[in-house]
Structure formats: C-alpha cells, structure tokens
C-alpha cells in the first residue's frame, strides 16, 4: 500500500461546477501538506500549501487537512476549462527529510465549457 | 527570474547505454530534488543535494547517482539503462533546506525513452 493515496481519476466535470479532489495518507509524521497542479508535458506548480490541521483559502482555492483523519481536499470552486490538468497531492516533513515530498498518483481533471 | 532549467527535453537511448541529465536551478537556490514521473508509480522521489552535499536519497538501485556542484547546477546520472528507466525525471529546486517554507520550483522535464 503506498503512503499516499489519490483517486486517479478522470473526474470530468461541466465549467462552473465546484470541484473536490482528495489524497489519505498512512504517515502520521508528514507535517506540511501540499498541491500541485501539473499541465500536459509540464513540470508541477505549487497551488497550495497547508502546515498541519485546517483550512486556507486562496481566490477559488480550498485547501483543507484533517490530520485526525490522515485526509486531505483541495476544493476549486467555480471550475474553468483552465483548470483541467492534473492535481498532485504531496506531503513532507518527517524529521531529517529536508525537501523530500512524498507524492499522490495524481487526479486528472477536466473541466467541459 | 529565470525558472529551473532541464536539458535536454527529450532524448531516446536504448538498453545498456547510460545517460546524464543536468538541472539549471533558479539562481540563489542551494536545494536541488529529483523526481521519476512514471504512469505506473507517479512521482518518486530520487535524491536530493544542498551545497554540493547529497542529504537525501530514495528507494533506487545504485544505477542512479547524481552529483551538485559549487554554481548549484545538478546532474543525474543512470547507467546500465533498462526500458523499465522510461520516465519523465523532473528536477526541482527550494531555497530553504527543508520544506518547512513549502515552495519547490520544478522545471518541466527531461523526457527519456529507453528502447
């Protein structure tokens, strides 16, 4: 079982919808919680990033974790045809770790106009 | 301010050679990453430098080695290549030592086919 689990997906949904995306996780020393978005034939970019428990907000980004629950969602509110690409969860910060993340599979999003 | 650069983009080589790829970080970053994009087994972490050092390194058989030198700039080097190699290797670099700040900047790939 891998320490990162995400939906793969294809999750198709019509523009405007709000979308949810998750990532569970088995480690519970990872401390800060990330989400990447990766565009056909690109390298990943940083959307969100989380330290610990709660929520953070940024435009139509959602970000929440649940470190109880070793759960983690990205919500996109108001979805665009922009926005299809493929979603990463990532997560870090066992002790000695530096900057290795430990990554999902991916979510591959498609936003319909 | 120049992103992460990876060269080259894409390359073919078949089994038993070896290949070298090299990562251009963003000027100022010590912490270079790198990453194995593969269908199968997503995003796998490979290793990691800071100041020249290797502080990190994933579940990889010894094939894979890399090297940072003084200007920061990174190489990755796999020998032996086996078509199981075939993946897209992604180089990413931090200012920080750790992830506590959150930002690892990626550049978009160096493609390797192994027929």
């Known amino acids: 079982q891998k320490e990162v689990e995400q939906d793969p997906g294809p999750l198709s949904v019509p523009e405007g919808a709000i979308v949810s995306l998750n990532c569970t996780y088995s480690?519970?020393?990872?401390?800060?919680f990330m989400w990447y978005r990766q565009y056909s034939r690109k390298g990943p970019e940083l959307l969100m990033y989380?330290?610990?428990?709660g929520n953070k907000e940024d435009g139509r980004f959602t970000a929440q974790v649940d470190k109880s629950s070793k759960y983690i969602s990205l919500f996109i509110r108001d979805s665009q045809p922009s926005d299809s690409a493929t979603y990463l969860c990532a997560m870090s910060g066992v002790q000695n770790a530096g900057n290795m993340l430990t990554f999902g599979g991916g979510t591959r999003l498609m936003v319909k106009p | 301010k120049a992103g992460v650069t990876q060269t080259p983009r894409y390359l073919i080589k078949t089994r038993g050679q070896q290949v070298t790829l090299s990562c251009s970080p963003i000027?100022?970053?010590?912490?270079v990453s790198w990453y194995q994009q593969t269908p199968g087994q997503g995003l796998q972490f490979l290793f990691e430098?800071?100041?020249?050092?290797?502080?990190n390194k994933g579940n990889f058989p010894g094939r894979f080695s890399g090297r940072q030198f003084s200007n920061s700039r990174s190489e990755m080097n796999v020998s032996t290549l086996e078509l199981g190699d075939s993946a897209l290797y992604l180089c990413?670099?931090?200012?920080?030592?750790?992830?506590?700040?959150?930002?690892?900047?990626f550049g978009e790939g160096s493609r390797l086919t192994v027929l």
């Open positions: 000027s100022g970053h010590r912490s």
């Open positions: 989380t330290y610990s428990s």
């Open positions: 480690n519970s020393a990872f401390q800060y």
């Open positions: 990413a670099s931090s200012f920080s030592r750790t992830t506590n700040t959150g930002e690892l900047f």
């Open positions: 430098y800071f100041s020249e050092t290797q502080r």
